[in-house]
Nanobody, 123 residues
Framework: QLQLVESGGGLVQPGGSLRLSCTASGDTLDYLAIGWFRQAPGKEREGLSWISGYDSSSYVVDSVKGRFTISRDKNTVYLQMNNLKADDTAVYFC??????????????????WGQGTQVTVSL
């Protein structure tokens, strides 16, 4: 059974950077698409970025484009976050799936989820 574990969250000042990691255990990430999502208190889960398991093609939503970058290396997928703002404060999750019906705007379409890591952007 595939398990995903996020790490790298923490407290950072506005304008700072963090790199989140999503590491798999119990199975490999081969041929799995990996997505990053976040959920702030009182808000719905929001899709941020995904990367293909076949050719590493990737997509970043407009709201964080230019600040967030996704990449993968063997069994770990990273989310590099630069120029962080207070509005980026949230719990960040990674998710995995194989279906051709996966959509970053539809969290329910993803099959496997990590437990999340807290990112707090504050002075």
């Amino acid at each position: 059974q595939l398990q995903l574990v996020e790490s790298g969250g923490g407290l950072v000042q506005p304008g700072g950077s963090l790199r989140l990691s999503c590491t798999a255990s119990g199975d490999t990430l081969d041929y799995l698409a990996i997505g990053w999502f976040r959920q702030a208190p009182g808000k719905e889960r929001e899709g941020l970025s995904w990367i293909s398991g076949y050719d590493s093609s990737s997509y970043v939503v407009d709201s964080v484009k230019g600040r967030f970058t996704i990449s993968r290396d063997k069994n770990t997928v990273y989310l590099q976050m630069n120029n962080l703002k207070a509005d980026d404060t949230a719990v960040y999750f990674c998710a995995a799936g194989r279906s051709s019906l996966l959509r970053i705007e539809a969290p329910d379409s993803w099959d496997y989820w990590g437990q999340g890591t807290q990112v707090t952007v504050s002075l």
